[in-house]
């Protein structure tokens, strides 16, 4: 007899997501001249989403995307059913009802974005009129999944202005490349090192510990002043509180996983005291850890 999957939305080994908090949305990408035009508010990657599937009734306020590179798996939009196989994406347009879910014996690695603005609807508009079915082909390139990449490692730095202005505006490259594929051609970006960055990368591997400001001066070889004052600077944020907002990207991750408690995510990235992390959740994110966790669930569970 057939082994049943269990349907989930999230949850798959090795996978890969970050979702900008409300604030961050509200405050600056639907004002600011750039990045109101078209931004991103979801990405991820999910390798083999064995029992993947979401059902979205009445659509969601969002844009979605998914590039389908192994496996397969099937969408249901406007009374239709298309099968998905590797080199397809699918685009799913805004308020728009849909269902989709991986294969259960062969199940998809997707690459998948959110994203609205101004200028959103006509771009979705684009794609469809050149996709057939929903569903146009695209043959994989190293260049395409390098924007992915750029943007997913950019995003996982912060939101400072530049940074959320540059990641969206390789989005608009990453838009054209599936448009354009005849003339896409990506063009290389080299890294910058300096105190700040190595500071950045710090924050990375130190995200489920507790560090000071003197700490992270002290790393910098910076007095704690002047540290402050040039990581204000460069990220329009004081240090412990842009390292807070890596901490709650990071929850955001862990609170779509079905056996983790509030209060182990709390531990598991540094706060003992899981009061104080639902205030800053709340603060950042707009609504609190549970709600943010009931809010996605997959419809139906």
Known sequence: MKEKVARKREGFEGQRLIVLPKKIRTDFLTKDPITRQVYITDIGYYPKAKGHYMK???????????????GSGWLEINRKRV????????????????????????????????????????????????????KPYLPYSDSRIKLFEDIYSNLERGYTADNLRYVNMIFYHFLSSLL???????????????????TLDLMQQKIHTRITLNEFAEF??????????????????????????????????????????????????????????????????????????????????
């Open 56 to 70: 979205r009734s009445a659509g969601i306020g969002q844009h979605i995307i998914i590039y389908c590179v192994e």
């Open 83 to 134: 099968d998905i196989s590797p080199s397809q994406f699918i685009t799913i347009p805004a308020n728009t009802p849909h269902t989709y879910s991986a294969n259960e014996d062969d199940p998809w690695t997707i690459y998948w974005i959110h994203f609205k603005g101004d200028l959103a609807a006509y771009i979705v508009d684009l794609i469809l009129q050149h996709a057939k079915n929903y």
């Open 180 to 198: 354009y594929e005849d003339k896409f051609n990506f063009i290389k970006h080299t890294d910058e090192k300096d105190v700040i960055a190595a």
């Open 220 to 301: 910098a070889n910076l007095s704690v002043s002047y540290f402050s004052t040039i990581f204000r600077e460069r990220t329009g944020y004081a240090p412990v509180e842009y390292f807070n907002h890596l901490k709650v990207q990071k929850a955001c991750q862990y609170l779509l996983l079905p056996d983790i408690t509030i209060k182990e995510v709390a531990e598991s990235l540094g706060m003992d005291d899981p009061y104080y992390f639902s205030r800053m959740f709340s603060k950042l994110m707009g609504v609190s850890p549970k709600e943010y966790r009931r809010r996605n669930r997959p419809e139906g569970m």
